[in-house]
């Protein structure tokens, strides 16, 4: 399995507003590059505080990559996975449509009324005890034949995404807004390390829009 985290951040770093509302950072050549690398990939993960806040649906927007997928006998879109402990997805989430197969890892902690809600939109994946375990979930993910794993957020699930030792590779765009806000989330949110800091080697540097896409690869811990 290979995983690679994608995000945009403004140019001090916040993922979206203190009001946790989507903003768009990428300009569109980014937002091409995102789509090219959605259809690269075989799942797209992010976590229930991105479902909750933004509605994503998280497909192939180019019907051009969609239709090379299908060329290549792989479905349209790659399928879609929220990390998801106790079942907060809302039925009527755009992650649930049948544009793609949707994954949703829970915890045991998600109540069966929510369990029966879901399992008839979704693929149940059931790992951890309160939060997700991430390792078990991705290992059940990787049974699943998905191997190229693109993450696109938000902060809690990136940094625990590192703590676990799980991300090979981010990609980072750092765009030209100045959002601000103390509590506005940030690439890696969660406790924070205060030791054993995730290391990285710079890969790329690119120029995109009026930004710049930095590419890095995880150090071994
Ligand atoms: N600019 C960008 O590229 C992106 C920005 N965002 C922004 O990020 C914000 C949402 O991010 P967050 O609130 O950090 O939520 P998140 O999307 O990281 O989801 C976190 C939630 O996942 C669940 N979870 C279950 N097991 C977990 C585990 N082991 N580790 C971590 N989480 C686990 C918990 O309910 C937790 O609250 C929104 O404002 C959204 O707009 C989200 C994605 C990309
Ligand atoms: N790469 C990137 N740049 C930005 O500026 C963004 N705001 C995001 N957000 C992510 O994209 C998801 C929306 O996907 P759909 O358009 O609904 O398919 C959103 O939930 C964030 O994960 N990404």
């Known amino acids: 399995m290979h995983v690679v985290v994608n995000a945009a ?17 990428s300009g569109e050549a980014d937002f091409e590059r995102v789509d090219r690398l959605r259809a690269a990939s075989d799942a797209v993960v992010v976590g229930v505080g991105t479902v909750l806040a933004d509605d994503p649906h998280l497909t192939v927007k180019d019907e051009a990559l969609r239709s090379q997928r299908c060329e ?10 929220v990390v998801d402990s106790s079942g907060r997805t809302p039925t009527d989430a755009a992650i649930l449509d049948d544009a793609a197969t949707t994954y949703l890892c829970l915890s045991e902690e998600a109540p069966v009324d929510r369990r029966m809600a879901l399992a ?3 693929e149940l994946v059931t790992a951890g005890d309160e939060r997700v375990d991430l390792l078990r979930a991705f290992a059940t993910l990787q049974e699943q034949g998905l191997e190229r794993i693109m993450v696109e957020g938000g902060g809690e699930l990136i940094f625990s995404l590192f703590e676990a030792g799980l991300v090979d590779e981010l990609r980072l765009f750092v765009g030209s807004k100045i959002i601000g806000g103390r509590d506005a989330p940030t690439l890696a949110d969660g406790e924070g390390f205060v030791a054993d800091f995730p290391t990285l080697e710079l890969a790329d540097v690119d120029r995109i829009d009026d930004g710049v896409l930095l590419t890095w690869r995880v150090d071994e811990r």
């Open 120 to 122: 008839d939109h979704a």
């Open 72 to 81: 290549d006998g792989r479905p349209a879109n790659p399928a879609r996975v």
């Open 9 to 25: 951040a403004s140019a001090d770093g916040k993922l979206s507003s203190r009001r946790r509302e989507q903003i768009a950072i």
